[in-house]
Structures are given as C-alpha cells and as structure tokens.
C-alpha cells in the first residue's frame, strides 16, 4: 500500500526544500541548490544531509520561521510533525492490504503499519520477507510513512531465526497492536508477560516448544493462569471438534479444563450445572465452554 500520487507529490513539496534548506545550513553538497537536484545528486549526499537534518531537530522550526511568507498553515502542521521521527533498524515483516508491516529490531519491540511513497514496497523490497533495513518512519496527516531513503541488507535469515521473529513480532503486536499513527500516544494493549503468553499460546507446536516457558508465566499470577486454561482448552476443543464430528455429534456444549474434556450436554447451561456437580470448586473458574457446531 503506498500514498496516492497527489499524496506523495505533497509529501516531497515540502520535504524535499527541506532537505535543501538543510544542506544550504551545512553545505554538504554543492550540486544541490534547489528542490529538483535531490533526485541528481549521489545517494549518499542525500543521505548524509537527511542525517544531519535528523540530527539537529531544530531545523524543522528553523525552515519553518525562514518560509512563514510561503507556507499555509496544513504545511506548517506536517513539518511540525515530523519532529517525531523514528529512526532506526527494522525488519520488513508482512505486505498487508491497509501497509506494510515494520517491526523495530530494538526492545521495546513495536509494529508499525507503514505506508510507501511512489513505488509499492513489494517492488522496493521484494516479497521474500522479513528485510532487514534500517530507515526513517515520519508522520504524514493520519499515516505513517517511509522517508524514501533505505539501507537495505541482503542478510538471509534461517529458519529457526525466523521463527523467533514471528514470535517477537506477534508479541509485539499484542502487545501494543499495529501502530498506524505517530501522532497519537501509543500505550500497551497487554503487559509483556500476557503478550508472551498468549504467543506461546497460538498452537499445539508452539505449546509444546515453549512448554517450560508457558509454566513459569502461568503461575505469576491469576490473570496468567486464567488465559492459560482458557487458551490450552481452545487448543484442544480445535483439536477434538474434528473427532467429535466424525463420530456424528452435533450442537452440543462440552467443558474443558486443559487438555481434557470433562462434561458435555445439549445446553451451556446444563454443562454448566455439571461442572459444579462434579469439578473443584478452585479449579472451576478455568474450566472453558465450547459450543460444538455443524459443519
């Protein structure tokens, strides 16, 4: 997903003159005096001013006081925004509908939905993804963009890699979800230890790898036992619907508490009634209820 063109030209009217009026403070380059020399001049020159532009933040107001006369006031807000840069080290995770996905390779590990300029990222940075790049993610109005300059790597990663950073990255994401705006305060969704937990929690194979993992969240507090039970149980009722529909059942409630089922009945209520029957009462309260549909 990427700006509309009017989007984008918008984008470079302003951030390009910036990018002069940067080099004009510093004198980087002598090749670049005016907006269109940006796309002439060598990659690096560009590099080296957008860097300095990044390291002295007080050229966003500088540019801003030198340009009252031709500024409007929406040209004003964007370049105020832009102060809240984050520059760094990411990887290139998921081509989505809306963006594409960016998870920062420093802790706290966040995700950004990130939108190109011009050219869609799948033409960028290719589909064989995660991409290692390090970049610059700016507001732009309600989204959050690309600056167009990339340090791409042509690291391969293994498998067992990969599989870490899918981890990290859905821990991220529940952790503070997609993070679509760098205008608006981002603040956790879940604690780390419930984000974790329910990762390790996503399929039978990531349960048994993180097993010894998943028992010493569980038992930090209640709130982690309680997602525990719920998330093991979902599990196994996926598991046991197939076996269950096989032998001809259908519309029927059954409780589980872990891997086990442990009452069934026509109604939720009636399982329900069961339970308190014949469970623990200590236990009860982590017993899940599934409704077993048709096919």
């Known amino acids: 997903m ?33 907006p269109e020399d940006i796309q002439k001049c ?26 009252l ?8 807000s964007v370049i105020q925004s832009w102060k809240g840069f984050i520059e760094g080290k990411f990887f290139i995770f998921q081509h989505l509908k ?27 940075v290719g589909d064989y993804l995660p991409k290692f790049v390090e970049t610059v993610l700016l507001p ?52 780390v230890d419930v984000a974790k937990l329910k990762t390790y929690l996503k399929s039978q194979k990531s349960l048994e790898e993180h097993w010894h993992e998943i028992q010493i969240l569980r038992d930090k507090s209640l709130e982690l036992k309680q ?6 149980a979902k599990i196994y009722a996926k598991k046991f619907s197939k076996q269950w529909r096989d032998i001809g059942l259908n519309d029927v409630w059954f409780a589980l508490f872990e891997f086990t089922p442990i009452a069934s009945g026509r109604t939720k209520a009636d399982v329900e009634r069961t339970v308190k ?12 209820y599934f409704h077993l549909k048709g096919k």
Do not use: C, W
């Open 42 to 67: 060598p990659f690096e020159d560009t590099v080296k001013i957008r860097g300095t532009l990044y390291q002295n933040i007080e050229l966003f107001d500088n540019f801003i006081q030198d340009n």
């Open 277 to 288: 029957q014949i469970f623990p009462n200590t236990k009860q309260q982590f017993v899940y």
């Open 227 to 232: 997602i525990y039970y719920q998330e093991v």
């Open 98 to 124: 809306k963006y594409t996905t960016f998870l920062t390779a420093d802790e706290p590990h966040k995700v950004y939905g990130v939108l190109s300029l011009y050219s869609p990222f799948e033409e960028i």
């Open 140 to 191: 732009f109005k309600d989204k959050i963009v690309s600056d167009g300059i990339f340090r791409p790597s042509n690291m391969l990663f293994g498998s067992g890699f990969r599989s870490g950073l899918k981890e990290t990255y859905e821990e991220a994401k529940a952790r503070f979800g997609i993070i679509t705006s760098l205008t608006a305060a981002v603040s956790e969704i879940e604690t």
């Open 2 to 34: 990427q700006l509309s063109q009017s989007e984008a030209d918008y984008f470079f009217s302003l951030f390009k003159p910036l990018l002069v009026y940067t080099n004009q403070k510093f004198q980087i380059s002598s090749g670049i005096k005016k």
């Open 69 to 76: 006369q031709t500024l409007s006031t929406e040209d004003i």
